[in-house]
């Protein structure tokens, strides 16, 4: 190791740094100085050369010999292990720079108010200080937040990045949710007060939903969409008493989003405490065990239209809107959630129904 390093604007100088300048105003030799410090030449030579730290008997006999005070060495030695510390942080901050740039920062700066910087440096420590990690590149971990089918994973895979990006910023917000002890019998009467909600405006349903959910042990946490997670929605347990169910914006069409409401409402039903659920348009983030993302599936489609109803109305590519119209009011749903059904099932067209998509503005 150099007795002098410098790294932008940081500079660390060893105690060997200024030895060796001392020896050289002496205008003596290396050896005749060890000599005199009562010390061996390869002993000083270390020193000089910053292989070694100074330790409290060359510091003593360097008090002694030049007339400084013991501290003066020690504190020397401390200042240069503090300095190497800072260049170490701040190199492996600006190494981190790749993967901050795969992250949209203004994302976190509207949604959890992280200070808003033009410098990568300072965004790698707010992003790191929000995730609780260490490193940026923890989150390339497969195996940190998120379940991820492919377990070599590139430093530049922004999906997995932002994946758990975004699931962490869901967990960070749960933390301040307060909720009862988990109960499944509580939640599953709720649920036809909640399908209910699909007729209300968001205004009306959504502090309604976040009570219920509240009561039940169920931490609801509703986000914007964080660009490239590929992410719908999450559910992991805390604990036995305590599950975070998270969903963001994505898709901003009202039958959507009480598609994917009622699909992660049963997996938390399922109660595998073990299992981290991501809703995902990605394969690498899907499930490995697709059992119970179709039973999360069907769960939501014959809740939202039960099934029996479904083959009574027995809907054709010929089905007017004003059909449609008159099924949901019968079975009491939105209207935009019959139209996604017939849509997802190829019986009309997608560019069907327009008057009867509905889209939801979320506002945190």
Same mark, same amino acid.
């Given at each position: 190791?150099?007795?002098? =390093?410098?790294?932008? /604007?940081?500079?660390?100088?060893?105690?060997?740094?200024?030895?060796?300048?001392?020896?050289?105003?002496?205008?003596?030799?290396?050896?005749? +100085?060890?000599?005199?410090?009562?010390?061996?030449?390869?002993?000083?030579?270390?020193?000089?050369?910053?292989? !070694?730290?100074?330790?409290?008997?060359?510091?003593?006999?360097?008090?002694?010999?030049?007339?400084?005070?013991?501290?003066?060495?020690?504190?020397?030695?401390?200042?240069?292990?503090?300095?190497?510390?800072?260049?170490?942080?701040?190199?492996?901050?600006?190494?981190?720079?790749?993967? &901050?740039? =795969?992250?949209?920062?203004?994302? +976190?700066?509207?949604?959890?108010?992280?200070?808003?910087?033009?410098?990568?440096?300072?965004?790698? *420590?707010?992003?790191?200080?929000?995730?609780?990690?260490?490193?940026?590149?923890?989150?390339?971990?497969?195996?940190?937040?998120?379940?991820?089918?492919?377990?070599? *994973?590139?430093?530049?895979?922004?999906? =997995?990045?932002?994946?758990?990006?975004? +699931?962490?910023?869901?967990?960070?917000?749960?933390?301040?949710?307060?909720?009862?002890?988990?109960?499944?019998?509580?939640?599953?009467?709720?649920?036809?007060?909640?399908?209910?909600?699909? *007729?209300?405006?968001?205004?009306?349903?959504?502090?309604?939903?976040?009570?219920?959910?509240?009561?039940?042990?169920?931490?609801?946490?509703?986000?914007?969409?964080?660009?490239?997670?590929?992410?719908?929605? &999450?559910?992991?347990?805390?604990?036995?008493?305590?599950?975070?169910?998270?969903? %963001? %914006?994505?898709?901003?069409?009202?039958?959507?989003?009480?598609?994917? =409401?009622?699909?992660?409402?049963?997996?938390?039903?399922?109660?595998?405490?073990?299992?981290?659920? !991501?809703?995902? /348009?990605?394969?690498?983030?899907?499930?490995?065990?697709?059992?119970?993302?179709? $039973?999360?599936?069907?769960?939501?489609? %014959?809740?939202?239209?039960?099934?029996?109803?479904?083959?009574? +109305?027995?809907?054709?590519?010929?089905?007017?809107?004003?059909?449609?119209? &008159?099924?949901?009011?019968?079975?009491?749903?939105?209207?935009?959630? *019959?139209?996604?059904?017939?849509?997802? $099932?190829?019986?009309?067209?997608?560019?069907?129904?327009?008057?009867?998509?509905?889209?939801?503005?979320?506002?945190?």
């Amino acid at each position: 190791m150099n007795n002098f =390093l410098n790294y932008k /604007d940081i500079m660390a100088f060893h105690p060997g740094y200024y030895v060796a300048e001392i020896i050289e105003e002496m205008e003596i030799s290396q050896t005749e +100085f060890a000599t005199r410090l009562g010390t061996t030449d390869k002993t000083l030579s270390k020193l000089v050369n910053a292989q !070694i730290s100074i330790s409290d008997d060359l510091a003593k006999k360097l008090s002694a010999m030049l007339g400084t005070s013991i501290d003066l060495w020690l504190n020397l030695q401390k200042e240069f292990d503090k300095k190497i510390i800072e260049i170490e942080n701040r190199r492996e901050i600006d190494a981190q720079e790749n993967i &901050a740039k =795969l992250i949209d920062y203004s994302f +976190f700066v509207k949604v959890a108010k992280l200070p808003d910087t033009r410098l990568w440096s300072e965004k790698v *420590v707010n992003l790191c200080q929000f995730f609780k990690i260490a490193n940026l590149s923890i989150l390339c971990n497969p195996d940190f937040l998120v379940s991820y089918r492919t377990g070599i *994973v590139s430093p530049n895979d922004k999906n =997995l990045i932002n994946a758990q990006a975004w +699931f962490q910023t869901a967990l960070n917000f749960a933390k301040g949710i307060e909720t009862a002890s988990f109960s499944a019998e509580k939640l599953k009467g709720f649920l036809p007060e909640i399908r209910s909600m699909t *007729v209300q405006d968001p205004e009306t349903f959504l502090p309604r939903l976040r009570e219920i959910f509240s009561s039940c042990g169920v931490a609801f946490v509703l986000l914007p969409h964080l660009k490239n997670s590929g992410i719908n929605g &999450a559910v992991k347990w805390i604990n036995s008493d305590r599950v975070v169910l998270a969903m %963001n %914006n994505r898709r901003l069409y009202a039958d959507t989003f009480w598609f994917s =409401l009622f699909h992660e409402i049963k997996h938390v039903l399922q109660q595998k405490i073990k299992t981290v659920f !991501i809703s995902s /348009d990605l394969e690498e983030l899907k499930l490995v065990d697709k059992k119970f993302e179709d $039973d999360a599936d069907l769960f939501a489609q %014959n809740y939202l239209i039960p099934e029996k109803e479904y083959r009574l +109305f027995a809907p054709s590519k010929y089905t007017s809107d004003s059909e449609i119209i &008159a099924f949901a009011k019968k079975i009491n749903i939105h209207p935009c959630i *019959v139209a996604g059904r017939l849509q997802h $099932d190829n019986i009309i067209a997608v560019n069907r129904c327009s008057q009867l998509k509905l889209k939801y503005q979320i506002v945190l």
